[in-house]
Nanobody, 125 residues
Framework: QGLLMESGGGSVQVGGSLRLSCAAS????????LGWFRQAPGNEREGVAT???????SYADSVKGRFSISRDDAKNILYLQMNSLKPEDSAVYYC???????????????????WGQGTQVTVSS
């Protein structure tokens, strides 16, 4: 539970870049798992990238090598740097937070409880 607020979405041409930001409350940012998820019209919400407090990072195969997740602990901001964008990356992007026991893998989207409102990313060809 807490507050997450995404920003940085917009429209970009194929091959372009965007950086998404997720501002969080101090309490929410301290969650063990932080992640980015996306949902395109008619599709299930899917995981994009997660990072835990041990700095273990996991990426979806579809974005590996193109996207980078990071966090700024001093500012309580989670980032998603998106490069080499493709039309299939178009979606509403959400950040989320969830606590899990140390050493456990971050959960899938359905088990994250705290979500931002989403920011639209549109990649045109």
């Amino acid at each position: 539970q807490g507050l997450l607020m995404e920003s940085g979405g917009g429209s970009v041409q194929v091959g372009g870049s965007l950086r998404l930001s997720c501002a969080a409350s101090r309490h929410t940012f301290s969650s063990y798992c932080l992640g980015w998820f996306r949902q395109a019209p008619g599709n299930e919400r899917e995981g994009v990238a997660t990072i835990d407090h041990d700095d273990f990072i996991s990426y979806a195969d579809s974005v590996k090598g193109r996207f980078s997740i990071s966090r700024d602990d001093a500012k309580n901001i989670l980032y998603l740097q998106m490069n080499s964008l493709k039309p299939e990356d178009s979606a509403v992007y959400y950040c989320a937070a969830e606590d899990v026991p140390r050493g456990r893998a971050c959960p899938s989207a359905v088990d994250f409880k705290t979500w931002g409102q989403g920011t639209q990313v549109t990649v045109s060809s």
